[in-house]
């Protein structure tokens, strides 16, 4: 009887969890945990099966972190180097080369803090990684719900992302979660008036990423909307009063606002004391191929190129083709977002995706993973079955084949 009642009891108990993580005050964990798992599941085995079952490339820069352990090494692949280095030995900076100082400093940071408990810096970085996306999706949840008023397209705003089929590289040796993590905080932290806590994931966030200064201009677009100014209002005498009063009151909340740009000046004066270079994160794009034409001439050029290949032998360009693709996307998707979200969304992706298409489309479907609003938008425009189940498949299904490539040593992003 006494295993009974212990049975009876555990089953009870399994049946108030369930009750709980359905209930709605916990959606803003259970769904975006339901999203990583989910997700993560198909990219760790896609990754694991494709080291496994296809003949890896070899030659040189194809190196192998710790082939003893396929589990954690198929997540180091090209650019991982950078970061791994970094965390073991400091940045590098030769003019001409690709160097390190081209990668910003807080995910090599918290790689170095956590290697002593994780055994090695590649662990570290996985660990990193995945924890960083965790948060990020639930700040992303938060701020979709915030500003849609649901649920439901805050579920599909973080399956979305994470299911997209370059959000592999949310697990790998990259930077993609921890600038997710930072700019969603930092969003979500504006549209909730909390000006301390947007600035210090503002600085985290501009300390990040290149393109991570550009939350400053978001936080101060919310600070202007909660002070009766918009865009829209411009020609309004009533609103230039009401920010004239905002600004006599409240100036204290600029003055920490003003400080997001911080991250990224401290790493320009480390540049500045250790290379004699504060710029040179940009200096040694050129290293890269990465030439500052604008967006209408690279766009131009890959297209052209395009036309001249053969889709029928298959001997195109492949990752230009999708990066254009990414492109596009977003680039359209600009106006919808600026007209549902908000001239700061708006105005934040259109710079998000302009800026690193200025010096070339390489890697822009890797740059889109973290375009938040884009997901957003797509998550509205979701609550339509038809698209909803298209995006799910169509994203997932191309998942796992980017991870398989991605692996396999063959440029994706």
Avoid at 68 to 73: C, F, M, R, T
Avoid at 171 to 178: G, H, K, L, Q
Avoid at 282 to 302: C, E, H, K, Y
Avoid at 383 to 401: E, M, Q, Y
Wanted: some cysteine; proline content about 3%; aromatic content about 18%.
């Amino acid at each position: 009887m006494q295993a009974v009642r212990q049975f009876n009891q555990s089953v009870h108990g399994v049946g108030t969890l369930l009750h709980k993580l359905n209930d709605p005050r916990y959606h803003w964990v259970t769904r975006p945990l339901a999203a990583f798992l989910i997700t993560r599941a198909i990219v760790f085995f896609a990754a694991y099966i494709a080291e496994i079952a296809i003949p890896g490339i070899s030659g040189d820069g194809l190196y192998h972190v710790n082939p003893s352990n396929v589990w954690l090494d198929v997540w180091a692949r090209w650019d991982s180097g950078f970061y791994l280095r970094i965390a073991e030995e400091g940045y590098r900076f030769v003019i001409g080369q690709q160097s390190s100082v081209a990668f910003f400093p807080v995910y090599p940071l918290s790689m170095n803090l956590l290697a002593p408990f994780a055994g090695s810096n590649l662990a570290a970085g996985v660990l990193v990684s995945n924890v960083y996306l965790f948060f990020g999706l639930i700040f992303l949840y938060r701020l979709t719900e915030t500003i849609f008023k649901d649920s439901g397209t805050a579920t599909r705003a973080v399956f979305y992302i994470a299911a997209f089929p370059t959000a592999f590289f949310f697990s790998a040796v990259y930077t993609e979660s921890t600038f997710l993590l930072f700019s969603t905080a930092t969003a979500y932290f504006a549209r909730k008036h909390q000006w301390g806590w947007a600035a210090v994931t503002g600085i985290l966030c501009s300390a990040s990423r290149i393109v991570g200064f550009l939350v400053a201009g978001l936080v101060i677009y919310e600070w202007l909307m909660a002070h009766g100014w918009t865009l829209a209002t411009i020609y309004k005498k009533q609103a230039w009063a009401n920010l004239w009063d905002g600004i006599r009151k409240d100036w204290p909340q600029l003055l920490i606002i003003a400080l997001i740009p911080l991250g990224m000046v401290s790493y320009m004066v480390f540049l500045w004391r250790t290379f004699g270079d504060p710029l040179a994160f940009n200096t040694t794009q050129s290293a890269w191929g990465r030439q500052m034409l604008g967006p209408v001439a690279i766009v131009l050029r890959d297209l052209g190129g395009l036309l001249r290949q053969n889709f029928l032998t298959g001997e195109i360009w492949y990752h230009v083709l999708l990066d254009l693709g990414a492109f596009f996307a977003v680039l359209f998707t600009t106006w919808a977002i600026w007209r549902r979200m908000g001239a700061g969304y708006g105005i934040y992706v259109l710079l998000a995706i302009l800026i690193p298409m200025s010096s070339g489309s390489g890697s822009l479907t890797r740059y889109v993973l973290v375009i938040f609003p884009f997901f957003m938008m797509l998550a509205h425009w979701g609550r339509h079955t038809v698209l909803d189940r298209a995006l799910l498949v169509g994203f997932s299904v191309f998942l796992g084949i980017f991870t398989t490539i991605f692996v396999n040593w063959i440029f994706i992003g």
